[in-house]
DNA sequence: ATTGCAAATGAGAACGATTATCATTCGTAT
DNA sequence: ATACGAATGATAATCGTTCTCATTTGCAAT
């Protein structure tokens, strides 16, 4: 479901690099993927896109609020779709899972921290790094 | 105050090299600093040290827990020498300033979500971002 | 359907931060 | 003082990302 007019209304002309993106950002099962995911996942599938559009095309949906980019720690930043409210993550050092969570409380301290600061608020990132409990993460302790 | 012991306790060689990066931390008014900052301010001063080495010496002082590195966002990492206990940042997106914070509720919530996910937590990084009250940040609406 | 033109694309060059290479120099234990 | 492995510094290389520019495309006016 692809729509030509989610380009449009974000003020991007409809192009069909763009909508392949998009796309690809729609249908992929994980959520959070760099620029060559995106380039690799798009030419596996035979599609004809270059890199450098990839680049901007994420760029400008960042721009245009429907997509988000995440440095998480390491080389590439990570871009998703945005679908839902805010969250942040927390990021597993051995498989690289990446789990959403949203705290009310953690909010609500930040605002009154950027306050005390003498701060205006914009925005933030939290990201937690641990060690997850799947049953196929390299990191685990193999325990029946 | 560097002393050679500092260097010797976390396992790495006494070197010129290593004893000017860690007398330029001790000392500098800024806390945070890139790699470059301390390889300018350290020619500004007459010493004389290849970039390469600034880092080197930064990467092993990280490993070895005299330094933090913090990626805040845009290009280059920035490093702290460990003093005291674990912070985290607040950073003027018009000036660049760096306010330091800890929050006793926020870290507990930090385990409990991990908990609560299956994660082991071992770190994370928080970073708000907004525009300060400083007197001479250019972001400043400029009222009396 | 054709035309015209600004905007978008793609190949590859360029870039900035960081790391690797390697010949030379240094630190330190004998 | 000697010797040897580790550290240094100049520079090349790497990596992710952005820029350049010739070509193609989207789209709106014929
Ligand atoms: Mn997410
Ligand atoms: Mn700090
Ligand atoms: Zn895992
Ligand atoms: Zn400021």
């Known amino acids: 479901m692809h729509q030509p007019e989610h380009l449009k209304n974000a003020g991007l002309k409809s192009t069909l690099p763009r909508l392949k993106v998009l796309e690809l950002l729609e249908n992929a099962q994980d959520r959070h993927l760099t620029a060559e995911d995106i380039y690799r996942k798009l030419h596996e599938a035979g599609e004809e896109i270059g890199l450098a559009t990839v680049y901007r095309a994420l760029t ?5 609020g429907l997509v ?29 899972r990446v789990d959403e969570f ?25 990201t937690l790094y641990g060690e997850c409990s799947g049953r196929d993460c390299p990191g685990r302790k193999n325990k029946g």
């Open 68 to 96: 988000t980019r995440h440095n998480f720690e390491g080389g590439q930043a990570v871009f998703e779709l945005e679908r839902g409210p805010h969250h942040d993550h927390i990021v597993c050092v051995h498989c690289g």
């Open 60 to 64: 400008q949906f960042e721009a245009a």
């Open 102 to 126: 949203y705290d009310k409380i953690i909010e609500e301290r930040q605002r009154a921290i950027a306050k005390k600061l003498g701060f205006k608020l914009h925005e933030h990132t939290m």
